[in-house]
């Protein structure tokens, strides 16, 4: 309960906020934490060193907003605008998924094979397909500095503004994003080195299973794969047979019951290879042209 005369320290804020978080999450210590230092724009092993530290009555109608917020499964990504991928800070929004750690995988493994491509002396192409937030392109950016070209495709305009926006927060370099269907591309593109995605994968069954946060928040036309999961599988096979050079490779994540059926869809043209993540389950799918 809050008084309205109780002198509102960080140890009041911190209480008041797992009593109210306690039943709604079962990280709801670490919850309140991140939720209050946001608020306060203080690291939260400030929290712990100060907890007698007097907070405004404004800040503290803020905090207790979002609390409210979380109560009803607002993600805590989206209350404070931001995730983590990659050791970087990505602006997100309800506009695009909240990037996940276990995609960060993909930037383990094109690092792992990029000395194939130092080889040529010239700049190395690459093209993301369902790029959301942008963190798969502008992290391979960052990484990868001068040595390579992006075009990032997504068919939300509002997914592209908050890709772009996350460009210029993180002074990447330049990576071409565009508004595009991947079913009925109007831009032109030509051939690429490196060819990813982290598409749309689930199936009817999946999307009735979702957790609240992500049923009641997350954009579902990120998450529907169409019936079974593998619609958007079939359009990339054409793309690859298209427009990925011979000495190339592309990198896309998976449903890992799918994993199988996936891997069928690229094999007839090419070698694949499933692909586990830090979780131990099948998430990848890494593609070769034979």
């Keep these: 309960m809050l008084y309205k005369n109780t002198l509102k320290t960080i140890s009041y804020a911190l209480k008041f906020g797992r009593d109210k978080l306690i039943h709604s999450s079962p990280t709801s210590l670490l919850e309140v934490d991140i939720l209050l230092s946001w608020c306060l724009n203080l690291p939260k092993e400030y929290l712990y060193s100060h907890p007698e530290y007097i907070i405004s009555d404004k800040t503290f109608n803020k905090f207790n907003k979002l609390l409210n917020l979380r109560k009803k499964s607002y993600p805590i990504s989206y209350l404070i605008k931001q995730k983590e991928f990659y050791g970087r800070n990505f602006f997100v929004n309800n506009n695009v998924l909240i ?18 491509f130092l080889k040529f002396k010239r700049k190395i192409k690459i093209l993301d397909i369902c790029t959301g937030s942008g963190c798969i392109p502008i992290t391979l950016k960052m990484e990868l500095e001068k040595k390579i070209t992006i075009k ?3 068919i939300s305009t509002e997914a592209i503004k908050v890709a772009k926006k996350n460009l210029q927060f993180l002074k990447s370099g330049y990576v071409n994003f565009y508004i595009d269907d991947l079913f009925n591309i109007k831009n032109s593109i030509n051939q690429f080195d490196i060819i990813t995605s982290n598409p749309p994968y689930l199936d009817a069954l999946d999307l009735t299973q979702l957790s609240n946060d992500v049923k009641q928040h997350e954009p579902i036309l990120a998450l529907d794969g169409g019936k079974d999961g593998l619609k958007f599988y079939l359009k990339l096979a054409e793309l690859i047979e298209k427009h990925l050079k011979s000495e190339g490779f ?24 499933i692909i586990k993540d830090s979780f131990n389950k099948e998430r990848f799918i890494l593609i070769q042209k034979k």
């Design 152 to 154: 990032a495709f997504d």
């Design 250 to 273: 592309a990198i896309f994540e998976i449903n890992e019951k799918y994993a199988e059926k996936t891997a069928a869809i690229f094999s007839i043209k090419n070698s694949c290879e």
């Design 99 to 116: 990037p996940r750690p276990e995609t960060e995988t993909i930037i383990d493994i094109i690092k792992k094979k990029f000395n194939r």
